[in-house]
């Protein structure tokens, strides 16, 4: 006999919004920074590529191998693990997808540091079939005091929404402004109008996600079979944030003469799902009167999918045109 599952109880956004996280110190090495690259693709085609070959080892005496700038969202692993710690935030694990996320580097991540880091729920909105969460996180070096970066993330609770108590328009809530989570403008009619000014194909491995996931994102739609079956896909899927690692890693590679320092903001959309083995494309194009912002867009290539949009601002307003 089929188990009965129990209803989950609505959310209550009092309780939510008053949760407070105590800060959360990790540590890594260059290690974890090598094997995070080779997550997001590094070196998969050509190991002795010297630019890719950067991020994992010192080619012609290199002191050190180069974060690249994506590293940073690993600080954030523990965090939907926590979602279970929140009182009044109930859904369903198995239906929550990754819908926004914004980095913003502070300076140059060391290639082996402890860090420490400060998070907070800046936002929560009842959509009708979903809610949506929004999360602020500050990361700091313990050793100098310096920060690192920050970071905000949106995430859809499927099946969660509809939690509004009484009449009146659905509930929702912010304590940023616009102006601290820069909207994600993206036309894709006018991005197709033109021809990209960049482009950059990579072939995903069937085992890519499970490859990520040692990088600490061990969320079992990534992995477990019957698990990404009952949320609706497939088979196991890339995590949205290795397949914005991809994106990052093509951008430097094309834009900023393989410098990952030149990245200063991140803000990135995610569309839909990608499974691994497939073929992802990212095309790129600099902004009209904006030497320093590169839009972008990512699709699979076998499904014709656009799975990640957004925009990337270089630092030194200058974007090299990358003969690599």
Do not use: W
């Amino acid at each position: 006999m089929e188990e009965r599952r129990q209803p989950i109880p609505p959310i209550v956004a009092e309780e939510v919004l008053t949760h407070r996280f105590p800060e959360d110190d990790l540590s890594y090495t260059e290690k974890d920074v090598a094997l995070y690259a080779l997550g997001v693709g590094a070196a998969a085609v050509d190991p002795i590529d010297p630019v890719e070959l950067s991020y994992v080892y010192h080619p012609n005496g290199q002191k050190f191998i180069k974060v690249l700038p994506t590293f940073s969202v690993l600080f954030n692993n523990r965090l939907v693990g926590t979602f279970g710690d929140i009182r009044g935030l109930n859904f369903d694990p198995k239906l929550l997808l990754h819908g926004e996320q914004y980095v913003e580097i502070y300076k140059p991540l060391p290639t082996s540091a402890r860090v420490r880091s400060s998070k907070r729920i800046s936002g929560l909105h009842d959509k009708g079939k979903a809610a949506l969460i929004e999360m602020e996180l500050l990361h700091r070096d313990i050793d100098t005091g310096e920060l690192l970066c920050l970071q905000r993330t949106l995430a859809f609770l499927r099946g969660a929404g509809g939690f509004s108590a009484g009449p009146g328009s659905p509930f929702s809530f912010s304590s940023r402004t616009s102006s601290q989570f820069p909207a994600i403008s993206f036309n894709e009619k006018e991005f197709d109008a033109t021809p990209p000014d960049f482009e950059f194909e990579d072939q995903i491995r069937p085992n890519q996600a499970l490859l990520y996931r040692l990088s600490g994102d061990m969320n079992p739609l990534h992995s477990d079979p019957k698990f990404a079956a009952d949320a609706g896909f497939q088979r196991p899927i890339l995590h949205g944030l290795c397949t914005l690692g991809y994106a990052v890693r093509a951008i430097i590679r094309c834009c900023c003469d393989g410098d990952p320092t030149r990245i200063a903001t991140i803000s990135s959309r995610f569309l839909h799902h990608v499974y691994p083995g497939e073929t992802l494309v990212t095309l790129m194009k600099k902004e009209q009167g904006e030497s320093s912002q590169i839009s972008f867009k990512c699709k699979v290539k076998e499904r014709g999918k656009v799975v990640l949009s957004g925009t990337v601002f270089l630092r030194n307003n200058t974007i090299h045109h990358s003969k690599l």
